[in-house]
């Protein structure tokens, strides 16, 4: 199993990065993105978005869900803000996005999970009360981080600087990859791509281990007839390279 195939299933261009990540435990990568992110493009909704972000001082919080939330906004907060406004406390959920940030020169923090469940288990609920959050995101992201901040008290808003999509592929695609030992799916809505497409292109997959990032993901590939889902307790590279290592290491056993 060292020269093993894994398949890396993430949006470009984190895709890239986890290939090279992967190529240096001297397995092969292979890239199937099953999410394309594309920056909101419409004149009139990036008028509203630079409104927001002008207003951004007026949050507690600024909450950014992924590593494209995160690159989007330093981009936009460098045009809008000179200088990044001061009494902001600026969060990333999971340690890729907080990285991101902190890259960009936002002092993010953040909580010690990888997930919007951990996440609202390491903020207070007291402290939430009253406070002004913004959530920012891609379009349609799931609601159950506003809604729970929203329970417990919080005035919650959003700010959508991305839209994913699903990548086009056709059967040629398919017939043209390697054999797969093992893949690495990163978010629900990823995962529910390729169900689509192993389903109409490569239903023996499904045998195959894959690995997810949270419990909730885990559940819904199951669900989904992945036989072998294990989780990996979170996106970031790290926590998957880890937990390929012990898959790896179960199968020398």
């Known amino acids: 199993m060292q ?39 419409d004149a009139q909704q990036r008028a509203a978005i630079r409104s927001q972000i002008f207003d951004i001082d007026t949050f507690q919080y600024v909450i950014f869900v992924s590593k494209n939330a995160a690159r989007l906004a330093a981009d936009w907060l460098d045009t809008c803000w000179p200088m990044l406004p001061v009494g902001v406390h600026w969060i990333g959920i999971g340690q890729g996005t907080t990285q991101a940030l902190l890259e960009a020169g936002i002092p993010a923090i953040s909580n010690p999970g990888h997930t919007t469940e951990a996440l609202l288990e390491w903020l207070k609920p007291a402290k939430m009360k009253d406070q002004k959050i913004l959530i920012i995101r891609g379009l349609g992201g799931r609601p159950e981080l506003g809604d729970k901040l929203e329970e417990r008290g919080a005035k919650v808003h959003y700010l959508s600087l991305y839209e994913r ?34 389903t109409q292109h490569k239903p023996e997959w499904k045998t195959l281990p894959i690995l997810t990032p949270s419990s909730r993901v885990n559940q819904q590939a199951k669900e ?30």
Not at 14 to 37: F, K, Q
Not at 233 to 245: P, Q, Y
């Open 224 to 253: 989904m007839g992945w036989i072998h889902a294990s989780c990996a307790d979170g996106a970031d590279d790290n926590s998957l390279i880890k937990a390929t290592e012990f898959h790896i290491g179960k199968q020398h056993d």
């Open 165 to 198: 999509k699903k990548p086009h592929y056709t059967a040629q695609t398919f017939f043209m990859l390697p054999d797969i030992h093992l893949i690495w799916v990163t978010s629900g809505e990823g995962l529910h791509h390729l169900s689509e497409y192993a």
């Open 3 to 41: 020269d093993c195939h894994i398949l890396i299933t993430r949006p470009e261009p984190e895709n890239t990065l986890s290939c090279e990540r992967i190529v240096t435990h001297g397995w092969t990568a292979v890239p199937l993105p099953m999410l394309d992110i594309a920056p909101i493009e």
